[in-house]
């Protein structure tokens, strides 16, 4: 589904080059539930919006489904994206001017036509994330937890192939933590969905099938990540 060759971002700070991500290879299966742990500053966000295509790397490839992603135009590139990954990040970067319902459609507004089974998905969203009396709330009525779970919900209304998550239970205690735990791993059993999991805890990791660590933009599986 995803394979990674020779990755490498570098950035130029105060006259030095800082290797972000250094040199990096593995495949990822589709259908894999797998995490990268590491500590702030060790590279993990910088290789997973290398994955997605929202960094152009520095040196080497990365291929979804066998299609380089950096030979595809800015268009076609977006287009993937839309159809075939959902990020969840470290923020929930809600649209504050949209209400709770607006924001999980989103994505439907860059693909095809958005019809009632878009909207009767989402509302099915919200209520596995346990938000169903707030579809019309707005952002700013919420809480930081609660926003990360529509953020959440919308990662899945289109259905991807991959999901890259980026700290995705940050804000959450942990009984929701583990709610949205169960969620990412019924639709990873029951959609096959690929999951990549970026996050410094190490108890969510632990409930991944494949652990990786990242430590100075070197990637290396952990001794029970089954590497490839």
Not at 1 to 25: C, F, P, Q, S, W
Not at 113 to 134: Q, W
Request: proline share 4%.
């Amino acid at each position: 589904m995803i394979e990674v060759v020779n990755l490498e971002k570098d950035y130029r700070l105060e006259g030095e080059t800082i290797k972000a991500v250094d040199n990096i290879n593995f495949k990822v299966d589709q259908g894999e539930f797998m995490a990268i742990l590491g500590h702030s500053g060790s590279g993990k966000t910088t290789l997973l919006n290398l994955l997605g295509g929202l960094t152009r790397p520095t040196h080497g490839t990365v291929k979804i489904e066998g299609q380089d992603i950096w030979d595809l135009s800015d268009n076609q590139l977006s287009e993937m994206r839309n159809e075939k990954m959902n990020f969840i990040f470290q923020f929930a970067s809600l649209i504050p001017t949209l209400n709770v319902i607006d924001n999980i459609l989103l994505p439907t507004a860059f693909g095809k036509k958005r019809e009632r089974k878009h909207y009767d998905h989402a509302m099915e969203l919200l209520g596995i994330v346990g938000l169903t009396e707030k579809g019309q709330a707005y952002p700013a009525q919420l809480s930081g937890g609660q926003q990360r779970r529509v953020a959440i919900a919308r990662a899945f209304i289109n259905a991807p192939k991959i999901i890259l998550a980026d700290e995705p239970t940050g804000d959450l205690d942990e009984k929701t933590e583990q709610e949205m735990v169960n969620l990412f791993r019924k639709m990873n059993q029951e959609e096959n969905t690929t999951f990549i999991i970026v996050t410094h805890s190490s108890s969510l990791a632990a409930q991944t099938d494949r652990q990786m660590r990242m430590t100075s933009g070197r990637l290396e599986a952990e001794p029970n990540g089954c590497p490839q």
